[in-house]
């Protein structure tokens, strides 16, 4: 399928590796010019440099933290003229929920709601200015079914997650589309972090916590960066202009829910 976004211009936030990577892979597919985004230069500059010769697109790197003032303005500076715009930033860590402080929670907050928040306020006014416009957000399956370890992922996705529910239904009008992809369980390095703590916690091998987490799963294994990339493009592509503020799980089928 053509997604008819050939030459557009993308923004695609903490894509180095995973889901990230996942999504800039698929709209490079499509010829989207990207500017790709991570704290670390040197898998970042990879990826961008892997990305720009298998899709002959261009992909600009720009290597800073997007959880901070600083790191957005460099990010934001650089991108310019975004037409589509994919937020994302790393996960906060598990734990329980009476052990987190005040500050554990503001981190959690910045990184995960505040963020992307603040980048859709950067980029909206110019895609509604231009009439058209796609954002993606990277948020959780814990927005619709809690995950006890990750109250801080529970809580800060659920702030976005309410916010794009009003946000995306004030933009519509102008062509802009902005809806949250929820990831399941999938292969990248944040489920290796998260099996390693089980590892750890409960003494079993890493394939048994594998194994465990992928019985939880109807499809019996965990989801791809690859699976994740092509609905994240199809959201973005010139096909999805009806689909406003909707949270779309890909987990599988692992929230047993009739709706
Ligand atoms: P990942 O494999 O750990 O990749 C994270 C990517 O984000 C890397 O490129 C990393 O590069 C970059 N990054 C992290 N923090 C950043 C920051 N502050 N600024 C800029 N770049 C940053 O993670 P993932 O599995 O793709 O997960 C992506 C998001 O989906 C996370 O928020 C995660 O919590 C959520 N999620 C994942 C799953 C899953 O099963 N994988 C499930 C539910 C939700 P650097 O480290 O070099 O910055």
Redesign the pocket.
């Known amino acids: 399928m053509d997604l008819g976004i050939k030459g557009k211009r993308a923004l695609v ?10 999504c800039a892979e698929a709209l490079a597919a499509a010829g989207v010019d990207l500017v790709l ?5 040197e ?2 500059a990879a ?1 961008a440099e892997e990305l720009a010769a298998r899709h002959g697109v261009k992909a600009t790197p720009v ?6 003032e600083a ?1 957005r303005a460099e990010v934001l500076a650089a991108a310019g003229e975004v037409d589509i715009l994919v937020t ?5 860590p598990p734990g329980i929920w009476s052990d987190w402080s005040r500050e554990d929670f503001l981190r959690a907050i910045d ?2 709601m505040l ?1 992307p928040i603040a980048l859709m306020q950067a980029c909206l006014p110019g895609m509604m200015e231009r009439g058209w416009g796609r954002v993606v957000n ?5 927005v619709k079914a809690p995950i006890a370890a ?1 109250g801080l ?1 529970n809580t800060a996705r659920t702030g976005l997650t309410g916010f794009v529910a009003g946000t995306s239904r004030q933009v519509a009008h102008r062509g802009v589309t902005i809806n949250n992809l ?13 099996d390693s703590a089980v590892v750890k916690a409960e003494g079993i091998t890493m394939e048994a916590a594998v194994a465990r987490r992928s019985a939880t799963i109807p499809v019996g294994r ?2 791809t ?1 690859e699976e ?1 990339g092509a609905m994240c493009a199809f959201l973005c592509s010139v096909h999805a202009g009806f689909i406003v503020g909707q949270n779309i799980l890909l987990d599988g089928g692992a929230l047993n829910s009739t709706l």
């Not at 936030?13 to 996942?22: H, M, N």
């Not at 994302?88 to 906060?92: K, L, M, V």
């Not at 990277?138 to 814990?142: C, D, F, K, M, W």
Request: proline residues 5%; positive net charge.
């Open positions: 936030c903490a894509s180095s590796k995973g889901l990230g990577r996942g985004n991570a704290r670390g230069a898998a970042l990826t290597a800073a933290d997007i959880t901070t790191g994302n930033a790393g996960g906060p990184a995960n963020t990277i948020t959780s399956q814990s990750l992922s929820l990831p399941g369980i999938h292969a990248t390095d944040r489920a290796v972090a998260l965990y989801g960066p994740f």
